[in-house]
């Protein structure tokens, strides 16, 4: 048996690793959209987010790892995804 005392040490080591691989798996939403266009140049990936959100949006990563929501209506972000999915084939 384990004492709060005793396994202290052992929660503030496996709640953190928890979390983050929680943090990692969930599904990610936009809560709200970037007002300007994202430069082509500097995006290297998206991913839509899912049905689960009440906001549906695309998501870009950036060459700096930023993950900036967009409007999926908006005529730049469907040229980019095109552009994207080109690339990628």
């Known amino acids: ?14 709640i953190p690793l928890y979390l983050t691989e929680l943090a990692d798996n ?3 939403c936009c809560y709200s959209y970037i007002s300007r266009t994202i430069p082509l140049r ?8 899912g049905s689960h959100c009440s906001l549906q949006g695309v998501m870009f990563l950036t ?4 993950k900036l929501c967009a ?5 730049w972000v469907q040229r980019h995804i095109r552009h994207l999915d080109q690339k990628s084939k």
């Not at 500097?42 to 987010?49: A, F, I």
């Open 1 to 14: 048996s384990c004492s709060l005392l005793s396994c202290f040490p052992l929660l503030t080591i496996y």
């Open 26 to 28: 969930m599904p990610r």
């Open 42 to 49: 500097v995006v290297t990936g998206y991913e839509r987010t």
């Open 63 to 66: 060459k700096s790892g930023r």
């Open 71 to 75: 409007n999926p209506s908006n005529s």
